[in-house]
């Protein structure tokens, strides 16, 4: 696994907000790491979710399609911004 990945895994404890900017290839593999170490409530939000949304297909389908989760895509630039609260 990655540095960034073993850390984390590594790390005790729940969450309330994820603030992700890693490889778009990555963004499923870290959703699915800390989804269930998120508190109810907590918020997700993923960076970069318009513009490279054809590197991230598998996230993007899990954040719409995973029933824990209520998700907006916010678009201020040209980036836009997945945010996601658990239920």
């Known amino acids: 696994a990655p540095a ?7 790390r005790q404890g729940s969450f309330d907000f994820v ?4 490889w778009k290839k990555d963004y499923k593999r870290f959703l699915d790491l800390m989804l269930p170490r998120m508190n109810k409530g907590g918020l997700f939000v993923a960076h970069n979710v318009v513009n490279k949304r054809s590197e991230m297909g598998d996230f993007l389908d899990a954040i719409w399609k995973t029933p824990a989760l209520w998700t907006t895509i ?5 980036e836009g911004m997945s945010v996601s609260v658990k239920r």
């Not at 603030?19 to 890693?22: N, T, V």
């Open 4 to 10: 960034d990945v073993a850390i984390l895994e590594l």
């Open 74 to 78: 916010v678009s201020p630039s040209s």
């Open 19 to 22: 603030f992700l900017e890693a």
